[in-house]
């Protein structure tokens, strides 16, 4: 089975903190994404990432910033924490698949971050 | 520009009783569609997709979902609820057209199964 797990479930910062979220995934996938989840929002894309030390900007991505420099694993960064930041962090991964077919995302459990 | 629409914020069932779930999607392609259901405090787990082919996608835990292009919905059913499948509900579309590979998201149906 793929897994992705994600560096901490719960975490609390303070406004104005640098804040690193980890992802790793075990299936050797070339696509990995960062998402986040507000209630009413559903899923918004901040960042995706074509392969190693490739990203791509998505809906959301001011006040953002991520890095892979491993193909296993995608951070995502905070560079200086805001209250509005507060919300659930998904992380997914995707291989590629071959012909014409688009493989399933899978997903970490989520980071839930509460920015004080 | 791609979207995915879920018209209905929450669906209540019975258990027993048959379930739908809505989605509709715009793409200017052919879409890729999913649904993936999320329990308390969890990542997505994938139920099903449709690519191409049959239009009735059969998935995991009985799920199963029907695409039909001239509406341009992908509704998920299930033919008898049970209480465990309460849970958040996502629909997700990528166009084959659009270049970038990542999933556009519905924001989400809850579902509740009463007993």
């Known amino acids: 089975d793929v897994k992705v797990t994600q560096s901490s479930r719960y975490l609390v910062k303070r406004t104005g903190e640098k804040v690193f979220l980890e992802c790793v995934q075990d299936?050797?996938?070339?696509?990995m994404f960062w998402y986040r989840q507000d209630p009413g929002l559903g899923l918004r894309l901040i960042y995706f990432?074509?392969?190693?030390?490739?990203?791509e900007k998505g809906d959301i991505p001011e006040g953002y910033s991520v890095s892979r420099e491993k193909k296993e694993r995608f951070s995502l960064i905070l560079e200086s924490a805001s209250t509005n930041q507060t919300s659930m962090y998904l992380c997914?991964?995707?291989?590629?698949?071959?012909?014409?077919?688009?493989?399933?995302?899978?997903f970490g459990p989520g980071t839930r971050l509460t920015v004080l | 520009a791609q979207s995915v629409a879920q018209p209905e914020d929450q669906v209540n069932v019975a258990e027993g009783n048959p379930l739908t779930v809505k989605c509709t999607y715009s793409v200017s392609g052919n879409p890729y569609l999913f649904w993936y259901v999320q329990y308390p405090n969890r990542g997505l787990q994938f139920l099903l997709k449709y690519i191409t082919g049959d239009n009735l996608v059969k998935g995991s835990y009985g799920f199963e979902a029907e695409f039909n292009k001239s509406q341009t919905s992908f509704h998920l059913k299930k033919p008898s609820a049970l209480v465990s499948d309460s849970a958040l509900y996502f629909c997700?579309?990528?166009?084959?057209?659009?270049?970038?590979?990542?999933?556009?998201f519905g924001k989400g149906t809850t579902l509740s199964v009463s007993s």
């Open positions: 997914a991964s995707r291989g590629l698949a071959s012909g014409i077919s688009y493989n399933e995302q899978f």
């Open positions: 997700a579309v990528r166009d084959d057209e659009q270049a970038g590979t990542a999933l556009i």
């Open positions: 990432s074509y392969d190693v030390k490739m990203k």
């Open positions: 299936m050797d996938h070339e696509n």
